[in-house]
């Protein structure tokens, strides 16, 4: 492929790969209806596409983080059910009114503002308990205060009880047991406050720990997207991004020059560096340059050249010694993230997570979609 003139690099993200993605977590959970976390843009890789081809594959459940999230995808999808994970606070009540949003209800506090609001027909809400994850949700004080007063529940429909595995990423934790455990019997415990209803504990990881972990929803995000979902296993999901950049200068170098910021790259042999039009203000992580081992590399034909230098803001610069002349010319397509460098490959190099690398993609990437409606 080649990069356009006004682009330092392009981002291609392959919604048929997403919906793959999604109707294979539907085979892992037969049993249970599959939504999709879309919060942050669907992860970095834009809401409308991604949303809509999730849509046609038949999710008709997703998460958000916020009210304007939410605001936002109602205007795309006009009949999904669509949850607002950090709930409602009385500055947005209007968001969730006008756009039937579901609130998760995560606190005392959060239902009291709910069911204050007395929104006529208002989407039915989420109750989140903690289970061990100690950022939001419930804690067994506040499970023992709505039994004792279910009131605070009146004129609240409650369509779902979820929470949230902290652990599920590492299939024998014992924490996943233990959340497991406490949400069944909290749920047993609450139901003559809330009624039947569903509930909900499976994220990305928490898919592949055995159908007792799936309940009646699942909440995959991350494995949509093509990341693993266990860090300690092959990668079932099929990669969904890719980012490709161009050969801006290549240059001659020998001992004891140094490439980049700080000198920290020193020449030990005579080379050649090519700078590619890419920086960290693209979203490559400046830490997957780091001079003391990094394993990183991009791609030229299928052909691995080291990153070499710090990265900076716009420009990466990378060993081409080794590769044929004619495929390291200015111009030159090459590969940052494809088939031979998945995005956790990225993310171990920077010393981070796959998480991070889709939602820091920069808006300066030009994005190309294949496949659905790209």
């Not at 977590?25 to 249970?32: E, L, N, V, Y």
């Not at 009385?90 to 579901?102: K, P, T, V, Y």
């Amino acid at each position: 492929m080649l990069i356009p003139g006004d682009a330092g690099a392009v981002v291609i993200v392959d919604l048929d790969a997403i919906a793959e993605n999604y109707r294979l977590i539907q085979t892992q959970c037969p049993d249970a209806s599959v939504g999709a976390a879309v919060k942050a843009d669907a992860y970095g890789l834009g809401i409308e596409p991604v949303a809509r081809a999730l849509s046609d594959a038949g999710c008709t459940t997703f998460f958000v983080a916020t009210a304007a999230e939410g605001r936002n995808l109602r205007g795309i999808l006009s009949e999904a059910e669509i949850v607002v994970l950090n709930g409602p606070e009385a500055s947005n009540l209007d968001s969730f009114s006008a756009s039937r949003l579901s609130p998760t209800l995560n606190s005392l506090a959060q239902i009291e503002t709910w069911a204050n609001a007395r929104i006529a027909e208002a989407a039915p809400a989420w109750l989140h308990i903690d289970t061990g994850m100690n950022r939001l949700g419930l804690v067994p004080r506040d499970i023992e205060t709505l039994i004792a007063d279910p009131d605070r529940l009146s004129g609240i429909t409650i369509a779902t009880l979820m929470s949230h595995l902290a652990c599920a990423d590492q299939p024998d934790h014992p924490m996943n047991a233990a959340q497991q455990k406490l949400f069944a019997l909290t749920r047993t415990a609450l139901e003559p406050v809330t009624g039947p209803v569903r509930a909900s504990l499976a994220n990305s990881p928490g898919v592949f720990l055995g159908p007792e972990y799936h309940f009646d929803v699942v909440r995959p995000g991350a494995a949509l997207y093509g990341l693993r979902p266990d860090s300690g296993s092959a990668n079932p999901m099929r990669q969904v991004v890719e980012i490709h950049t161009k050969i801006v200068q290549v240059r001659d170098v020998d001992t004891p020059m140094t490439v980049g910021y700080g000198a920290a790259h020193r020449v030990a042999r005579t080379g050649r560096i090519a700078t590619l039009a890419t920086g960290y203000a693209d979203g490559y992580p400046r830490a997957a340059g780091n001079p003391e081992g990094n394993s990183m590399s991009a791609y030229i034909a299928g052909q691995a050249a080291p990153l070499v230098g710090r990265i900076s803001m716009d420009l990466i610069t990378i060993d081409v010694s080794d590769l044929p002349p004619e495929l390291t010319q200015p111009g030159q397509t090459v590969e940052l993230l494809g088939p031979n460098a998945a995005p956790d490959d990225l993310a171990d190099a920077a010393g981070t997570i796959g998480y991070e690398i889709l939602t820091q993609l920069g808006a300066r990437l030009q994005r190309e979609y294949l496949g659905a409606r790209g």
